[in-house]
T-cell receptor
Framework: SQQGEEDPQALSIQEGENATMNCSYK?????LQWYRQNSGRGLVHLIL?????REKHSGRLRVTLDTSKKSSSLLITASRAADTASYFC???????????FGTGTKLQVIP | NAGVTQTPKFQVLKTGQSMTLQCAQD?????MYWYRQDPGMGLRLIYY???????DKGEVPNGYNVSRLNKREFSLRLESAAPSQTSVYFC????????????FGPGTRLTVL
């Protein structure tokens, strides 16, 4: 069963705008990660946030984590056409080396 | 460095045929994983191997077998393919120091007729 569920399922924005994606999960976690998948390619790790962290930045990416609401958000600022991809959250709930992926948000950035 | 490689890239099988998907990594990672990705389902873990010589079932292991041949290679075998196994299969690896960050191969697109 899926642990994470992303919202929205699809998002279309103009280049230069910010994109926000949300992830909700069901059980307690050790950490949460975000991955990007370009069409026809494998997933690429973007950022990891631990359960005792509330916010993390990496370049144009900002991730927040609210463990009381069991939710996380990924903000991509000043989006570019190259950001067009699907974005997945992945949670680690303590199982040995097991990571559970959500269903993904498909982002389209229009030039 | 090639990272994580998978062969073949595409495969079409008939129901009942068998095949092995190959995965190799040159990242010296201990952990290796096999996932399948279906539309609207995200990625689901089939099997994983925490280290050479060990394998464990994931969420959807039925119909599959795996072999961790050595530290570099982790293969996934379909003994008798079924249309329900039509999917995109991804291999991933993780190091012992940072097991949460996984590195993915490019995928194998499998169609079972």
């Amino acid at each position: 069963s899926q642990q994470g569920e992303e919202d929205p399922q699809a998002l279309s924005i103009q280049e230069g705008e910010n994109a926000t994606m949300n992830c909700s999960y069901k059980t307690s976690i050790n950490n949460l990660q975000w991955y990007r998948q370009n069409s026809g390619r494998g997933l690429v790790h973007l950022i990891l946030i631990r359960s005792n962290e509330r916010e993390k930045h990496s370049g144009r990416l900002r991730v927040t984590l609210d463990t009381s609401k069991k939710s996380s958000s990924l903000l991509i600022t000043a989006s570019r056409a190259a950001d067009t991809a699907s974005y997945f959250c992945a949670t680690n709930s303590g199982g040995y080396q097991k990571v559970t992926f959500g269903t993904g948000t498909k982002l389209q950035v229009i030039p | 460095n090639a990272g994580v490689t998978q062969t073949p890239k595409f495969q079409v099988l008939k129901t009942g045929q068998s095949m092995t998907l190959q995965c190799a990594q040159d990242m010296n990672h201990n952990s290796m994983y096999w996932y399948r990705q279906d539309p609207g389902m995200g990625l689901r873990l089939i099997y994983y191997s925490a280290s050479e010589g060990t394998t464990d079932k994931g969420e959807v292991p039925n119909g599959y077998n795996v072999s961790r041949l050595n530290k570099r290679e982790f293969s996934l075998r379909l003994e008798s393919a079924a249309p329900s196994q039509t999917s995109v299969y991804f291999c991933a690896t993780a190091s012992a120091l940072s097991t949460d960050t996984q590195y993915f191969g490019p995928g194998t697109r499998l169609t079972v007729l």
